[in-house]
């Protein structure tokens, strides 16, 4: 059920081949609200490598303050997660 609804967030991204940096931005933080998604999670979702992703959008917003890690101390953590901030929500 909720996975669902977070397909129905990513869609718009998902049928690109590419997209606004801002536009992937917003729907991150649209995903990552309320819930903590690892960079597999959000590559299926967003039909993106989980590489691209962490290394072009996830840690760049993170140093933006617009993510917050679950595991703020081990960064190189496999299972990784990822949640919008206060600020975001």
């Given at each position: ?56 959008y ?11 890690l ?15 901030t206060?600020?975001?929500?």
């Amino acid at each position: 059920q909720e996975w669902r609804q977070l397909q129905a967030i990513a869609a718009d991204i998902a049928a690109k081949a590419r997209a606004a940096p801002d536009q992937v931005r917003g729907t991150i933080i649209a995903l990552c609200r309320g819930r903590y998604l690892t960079a597999a999670e959000l590559g299926e979702l967003l039909h993106r490598h989980p590489d691209g992703l962490r290394s072009r959008y996830l840690m760049p917003m993170v140093e933006q303050g617009l993510l917050r890690l679950r595991y703020a101390a081990a960064l190189n953590r496999p299972d990784q997660a990822y949640t919008a901030t206060e600020t975001q929500t």
